[in-house]
């Protein structure tokens, strides 16, 4: 019959426990903070989209950047 070790991790420290995330992010210094973002959702054609989908990818770029930067063109920087 074989005996099974166990071995048993590190003595605890009486060390500060580390930040939360949700502390992190709270004490952080509010410098220039970017313009918050909102979502819009349009319906295309598939053969548009399918088209725009070809064209962002042989460029290397996202649809959401190009459609940004038509409205940017169109609407003004606000």
Partial sequence: MSTKKVHIGTK?????????ADAWVKSRATGDKPE?????????PESLHRSIKAQCAMRGTKIADEVRELLIQKYGQL
């Fill in 12 to 20: 605890p420290t009486n060390k500060p426990a580390p930040v939360t």
């Fill in 36 to 44: 918050p973002m909102k979502r819009l959702t349009i319906d295309v």
